[in-house]
């Protein structure tokens, strides 16, 4: 075969789409969600405590449904769980059920029975165990996809860990200021916004240094590209879910926000949370998987593959 014929060409996923972004968006405001609540009780915040926890199950339980949305029939659902040496989706479910089973025991305890101080510390511990776990999963789950070069990055869970840690605390912020107690976090609304500030900033930096680290590598270039000319994710990540939110914890942390601190929050609270569904999206609409064209044949190049599950459990692009 003549190899001067080889060219190569770029073609977008079209397996995954917006059901597996809410998934793994949920996923991650599950977690972050559980996180907030559990560290918030050792630190006495009542308000985001309760809430935190009453969070997770809900956005847990509402993104396995759009999993199983995506799997077509609510009977492949048993087959989601059978596939852990093989699926990072399997994998994923099966952390998620752990995770459900604690929270649901935890918000039991929140709600209707009086744990001891010991048994609430032992399921926030391992409640933080299975949700940091979750987070990353939510990355690890794109980065083993051999097939998709922008998705095959070391960088991915850590982006999506800042990103499950920010949309969670956003999320437990907007029900507190919604459904808490009163005034709004009496007295701790600063260090809360200070803190949203920090995970905002540190999840800015991990999205530039992962489209940076994505535009050096040739295969991963077009996908790096179309990304930035993604209108909904420059302005509706980058500049409404980022930056004016992490101008506005900043304006509330530093004491300027006055009467405005709850209204300011909870925008910036909003924001974050759709920035964060965005995210996940944008990353799985630029995901391509490259070819190479000869003599009319096209070939996908990849590394070794993982067995193609029947069920779609597998990344796009591992055939």
Known sequence: ????????????????????????????????AYVTGAISS????????????????????????????????????????????????????????????????????????????????????????FALGTMVYTGALLSASKGIPFWRSGIMPILFMFSALATGLAATVVFVYFFGSTPFLAGIAPVVALIAA??????AVVVLFFLHAAYRLPESRDSAV????????????????????????????????????????????????IGGLLLRYMVLSVGMITTMYASGFEFKLQNKPEPKSPIGLVPPGNV
Do not use: C
């Open 42 to 129: 050792f630190l006495g915040w009542t308000d985001m405590a309760r809430w935190g926890v009453l969070v997770s199950f809900p956005a847990l339980a509402i993104g396995l449904l759009f999993l199983v949305a995506h799997l077509g029939n609510p009977l492949r659902t048993y087959l989601a769980a059978s596939k852990a040496g093989t699926s990072w989706i399997s994998r994923g479910v099966i952390f998620f059920s752990v995770f459900m089973l604690v929270a649901i025991i935890h918000i039991i305890g929140t709600l209707w029975v009086e744990l001891s101080g010991t048994i609430v510390l032992a399921l926030s511990v391992i409640g933080i165990i």
């Open 226 to 273: 179309t990304a930035t000319k993604k209108g909904s994710f420059i302005v509706g990540d980058v500049l409404l879910g980022l930056l004016v939110p992490l101008a506005l914890m900043l304006y509330v942390g530093f004491g300027n926000a006055g009467g405005n601190t709850g209204t300011l929050m909870v925008i910036a609270g909003i924001l974050v949370i």
């Open 198 to 203: 920090a995970l905002i900033l540190g999840e």
């Open 1 to 32: 075969m003549d190899t001067k014929n080889f060219r190569k060409k770029a073609l977008l996923q079209k397996d995954w789409h917006w059901e597996i972004a809410i998934y793994l968006f949920l996923g991650g405001v599950g977690a972050g």
